[in-house]
Nanobody, 124 residues
């Protein structure tokens, strides 16, 4: 079992940057594929970015490609989401998630472990 704690959210102006962190407790962090999802008010939770357990492969939603970068440090049991060129449409609660097995996935139903979320607000 793994517990996830996100941090790094906040209020930023459009065009600015934030880096989210997700610290995992438990063993064998590298055996979990990791993902970031977000949920805006009144909308369903949507996929943002995902990374394999080894960190050798990533995939991001079209809406964030070229602006957001997912990475991980398995020695620190932490996954990151670097967000650049932020837009007001990026405003949401961002969730970190872990799935058993080292592959990545865009499907939230494949993730069995979730953090509590961190709020990101982008002002225009």
């Amino acid at each position: 079992q793994v517990q996830l704690i996100e941090s790094g959210g906040g209020l930023v102006q459009a065009g600015g940057s934030l880096r989210l962190s997700c610290a995992a407790s438990g063993r064998s962090f590298s055996t979990y594929g990791m993902g970031w999802f977000r949920q805006a008010p009144g909308k369903e939770r949507e996929f943002v970015s995902t990374i394999t357990g080894s960190g050798d492969s990533t995939y991001s939603a079209d809406s964030v490609k070229g602006r957001f970068t997912i990475s991980r440090d398995n020695a620190k049991s932490t996954v990151y989401l670097q967000m650049n060129s932020l837009k007001p449409d990026d405003t949401a609660v961002y969730y970190c998630a872990a799935k058993l097995g080292g592959t990545w996935s865009t499907y939230r139903f494949e993730y069995g472990y979730w953090g509590q979320g961190t709020q990101v607000t982008v002002s225009s």
